[in-house]
């Protein structure tokens, strides 16, 4: 990341931001480990509650469901350490556009295990302050994780159509089979559906889910 003329090391820009952020306690490489182990959600509050109770290892997802993901959600997922530059710049741009009029639709930025980050760690509701601290937490998940590793988290945890968390919770609910049963066809479906899963549920609204699959 650069500042000025001066490049700054994600690494160092995440131990900077890394302590505390707005009054927020970031959590340790220890808590990292631990919450992205057990697949718990901790948001620093009252609440703290398991967010899929049946979690899933790199082994149980059928690998064109992790390959779809990246296609559609970080096409550089295995190249940057947490957060992808470019994507951010493109998706800063986009926006801006959109702001004075142009009709161009809304891209986000994030990378896959920022999305990561913002589940378990986060609050949607915090915009500016939330993506920065979603920005200091990536690169220390990759420090601790593996990037097969960092992929079957988001996969166990993805916030998905009608109040559920996890490909295995919605190909249960969509086709009434676990996840490492779907077939093509339904993985290019659970994954077209992001990131707006409850606008594209196919009960719901079966044009728009349709669309989204063979994008």
């Not at 142009?102 to 915009?127: C, K, M, N, V, W």
Request: one cysteine or more; hydrophobic letters at 40%.
């Amino acid at each position: 990341i650069a500042i000025g003329a001066t490049a700054i090391p994600e690494s160092v820009l995440s131990r900077a931001l890394g302590l505390t952020l707005w009054g927020y306690a970031m959590p340790d490489d220890q808590t990292l480990r631990q919450a992205l182990s057990a697949c718990q959600i901790d948001r620093y509050s009252s609440r703290e509650y398991v967010l899929c109770p049946r979690r899933l290892g790199e082994q149980d997802f059928p690998k064109f469901l992790g390959e779809a993901l990246i296609a559609s959600e970080d096409r550089t997922f295995y190249e940057h350490h947490g957060i992808d530059k470019l994507a951010v710049v493109s998706a800063f741009a986009t926006n801006g556009l959109r702001a004075i009029g142009l009709p161009l639709p809304r891209r986000g930025g994030s990378s896959i295990t920022q999305q990561l980050a913002r589940t378990l760690f986060l609050d949607e509701r915090d915009g500016w302050s939330r993506k920065i601290r979603e920005a200091a937490l990536a690169p220390r998940i990759e420090r601790v994780l593996t990037k097969p590793e960092i992929l079957a988290a988001y996969m166990n945890v993805v916030p998905h159509a009608r109040g559920m968390n996890g490909f295995d919770a919605a190909s249960r609910y969509f086709f009434g089979v676990p996840v490492n049963a779907i077939r093509l066809e339904e993985a290019a479906l659970l994954v077209g559906m992001l990131p707006a899963p409850n606008d594209r549920d196919p009960p719901r609204n079966p044009q728009a889910a349709l669309e989204s699959a063979t994008r």
